[in-house]
């Protein structure tokens, strides 16, 4: 059996069924250009009471003479005539043609709606004609002439979706036409052929005829060849008996066809209805998830802003293979009011003075340093822990507020680990900045959907002994850190930019490993006596956030800036000065000079100074935009869990607790 084929003729003559002449409606809109006037004396006079309009009433009459109403416009409905009917692509079988004229002289045209004479007055409704208004009345006929327009526009934009409904009908039909055109020509095709074979049986027969009555002349007995010319005959009848069947089965199948199609076209209609109505839902569920995304931003801003705009946490380090075990009460981490399921916030430290021990050998008394921050990290924890953490601080970013995260602590207290991670990229390990870009590229793809998009451009330097150096610096460019400058992005510009350093756009998290990978070959480090690579240098990590819903014009921006802090170790004044030493001399005044300029900025912007000393160090010029009221800092203290180190321990927890003591004010989203 052959597959079923679809019938041109239901399909035409449901298409031309749907096209309808159509009739506008009268209107009876006002001339453009008439204007009602009215002096300002005869405007009092129409808002007097009764008694006076009864004595005005001559100066009533004479506006009404003076200004009469202007006839109103009546447009002309379109006749069936004036309508121009749907052109119907030619069909090169005859059977088509013969099906489309037939749908089309079967097609009776509507009656056409009976166009409104000029100057008619609207249908009412109930029969009752409106009870016409004074001639003083202005303010009322403009009333209903405005009603009129209203009702004329709302006919205008319903004919306009049925005429647009109309022609998305017509292109259908012409497209189905042009493919039942295709199948009729297939079927003339066969027919042709088929009629060629029965030609040439014909033909065939003829001759065999010939042939035999030239054997009975010629030997009469060999009427066994006959008998099989007669069986071969009635075989060709038999093909023509299984045509003709076939035939009418081809026939029996079209007229299904045409019944699954009107089927098929009645579904289409109301799937198209029911689409409108989804697409309608879609619109309303798109403002409201809008609204609650506005909503969740500005409680997302206030639960920070209840947190503080400075924040602090502490973070002590584990304790290293081949590194002394520290004594049992050396750190200790004080529970909160509701025990141990509490977060931890508070830190005591143990320090014995031995240059207070008495001559007779007792033991030298333990004074215990007690600090409280927003958070404290045990030895024990994660990196995972701390960026859960400070994930909600990182989407900030992509709401429009400056963020921005700081390691501070002496030499060896861990805070590359922090910010980096550990070597051999296990996921485990990794630090804050991929760990922070891989969770705003995530929310910025779930925001996508909401109609947000996104830009991140990165940039990483370091500032080495007050010279600004690119870790991104790639071949030649290598070194030459004389050549990057700290500069505004343009004249009147708050944006600050560092020249000759590349910005690199990224877009997922092979491209932000790649470069830092290349930061930390160009990193300058150096061996000191509390680690074998201590970095010499602040490193900072930026990245610029720009985002826009195009569908409503908003626009934020904003960067996240991820601070590497050079060791705060302090000098040593008996040590000995070699060439190599005052190299670190040098480079541990300026890591202190600029770390002193932090803590006064902070300070500065914490007393709401007029006078912030951004200038004094290039680490605060670069993150002056990221330091001030619109942005969101967080500083991590970084301390080691050995005794030894008690000492620059405690130096890193009291410059820790001055930060926390500092409040900044209300942070402002930069928005557009």
């Not at 010629?218 to 075989?235: A, H, P, R």
């Not at 296990?426 to 929310?443: K, M, T, W, Y």
């Not at 996104?454 to 030649?476: H, K, M, P, Q, W």
């Not at 680690?531 to 921006?557: M, T, Y």
Request: proline share 7%; charged share 25%; net charge positive.
């Amino acid at each position: 059996m052959e597959p079923q084929q679809r019938s041109p003729l239901l399909e035409v003559r449901g298409n031309v069924e749907l096209k309808r002449p159509l009739v506008k409606a009268p209107s009876r809109l006002p001339l453009p250009g008439t204007r009602f006037k009215r002096g300002p004396d005869r405007m009092e006079d129409a808002l007097e009471p009764e008694k006076k309009r009864t004595r005005g009433l001559d100066t009533v009459t004479k506006i009404a003479t003076s200004h009469p109403r202007p006839p109103a416009l009546t447009v002309r409905p379109q006749t069936q005539s004036q309508t121009t009917a749907p052109k119907v692509p030619k069909k090169t079988g005859p059977r088509c043609s013969t099906a489309i004229g037939t749908v089309l002289k079967k097609q009776k045209p509507d009656p056409a709606v009976p166009a409104q004479k000029p100057g008619a007055a609207p249908p009412t409704l109930g029969g009752k004609k409106p009870t016409k208004r004074p001639a003083w009345d202005l303010k009322g006929q403009l009333c209903d002439l405005n009603a009129e327009l209203k009702c004329c526009r709302e006919r205008t934009q319903t004919l306009n979706q049925e005429n647009q409904q109309l022609q998305d009908q017509l292109k259908e039909a012409q497209q189905q036409a042009r493919v039942l055109g295709a199948e009729c020509r297939t079927l003339e095709g066969e027919l042709a052929r088929v009629q060629a074979q029965a030609e040439q049986g014909q033909q065939e027969l003829g001759n065999l005829r010939a042939r035999v009555l030239e054997l009975e002349e010629q030997l009469g007995t060999q009427q066994g060849l006959v008998q099989e010319l007669q069986k071969e005959q009635v075989g060709l009848q038999e093909e023509r008996r299984g045509l003709a069947a076939r035939l009418e089965e081809q026939e029996r199948r079209l007229q299904a066809s045409e019944v699954a199609l009107s089927g098929s076209q009645a579904e289409v209609a109301s799937l198209r209805q029911e689409a409108a109505t989804q697409a309608t839902l879609l619109v309303a569920q798109g403002e409201r998830l809008h609204g609650l995304e506005m909503e969740r931003r500005r409680l997302h801003n206030q639960l920070q802003e209840l947190k503080g705009n400075i924040r602090v946490f502490c973070r002590v380090r584990p304790v290293l293979p081949g590194e002394p075990t520290p004594s049992p009460g050396f750190l200790l981490f004080p529970s909160g009011p509701g025990g141990s399921s509490d977060t931890p916030t508070r830190l005591s430290v143990s320090r014995s003075d031995e240059r207070r021990g008495t001559l007779s050998g007792t033991p030298a008394p333990t004074t215990r340093h007690d600090f409280s921050f927003d958070r404290v990290f045990p030895p024990g924890s994660g990196q995972d822990q701390v960026f859960e953490e400070i994930a909600m601080l990182v989407q900030s970013a992509l709401d429009g507020y400056p963020v921005c995260i700081f390691a501070y602590g002496q030499t060896g207290s861990g805070k590359t680990f922090t910010m980096e991670g550990g070597p051999g990229g296990d996921p485990q390990v990794e630090g804050l900045i991929p760990r922070a870009l891989r969770h705003l590229f995530s929310v910025a793809q779930e925001l996508g959907g909401q109609g947000w998009t996104y830009s991140f451009v990165a940039s990483y330097v370091e500032i080495y002994n007050e010279t600004v150096r690119d870790l991104l610096a790639t071949g030649t460019r290598k070194g030459q850190g004389s050549e990057c400058e700290i500069r505004r992005a343009g004249p009147g510009s708050e944006e600050l930019t560092v020249t000759n350093a590349r910005y690199v756009p990224v877009s997922c998290e092979k491209e932000v490993e790649a470069l830092l990978q290349l930061a930390r070959q160009n990193r300058a480090v150096a061996r000191t006596s509390q680690n074998e690579r201590s970095s010499r240098s602040h490193s900072v990590f930026q990245l610029q956030i720009s985002g826009e819903h195009a569908g409503r014009g908003l626009q934020c921006a904003a960067p996240l800036s991820l601070v590497d802090l050079a060791g705060s170790e302090r000098l040593d004044p008996g040590l000995a000065l070699g060439p190599g030493e005052r190299e670190r001399l040098r480079e541990t005044q300026a890591i202190n000079s600029s770390l002193s300029t932090l803590g006064l900025v902070i300070m500065a912007l914490s007393n709401k100074e007029s006078h912030v000393p951004y200038r004094n160090s290039k680490l605060t010029y670069l993150l002056q935009n990221s330091l001030g009221g619109s942005a969101k800092m967080l500083m991590f203290v970084n301390i080691s869990p050995l005794e030894e180190n008690v000492s620059e321990s405690l130096n890193s927890l009291r410059f820790a607790s001055k930060v926390n003591q500092c409040v900044i004010g209300t942070a402002q989203a930069n928005r557009k």
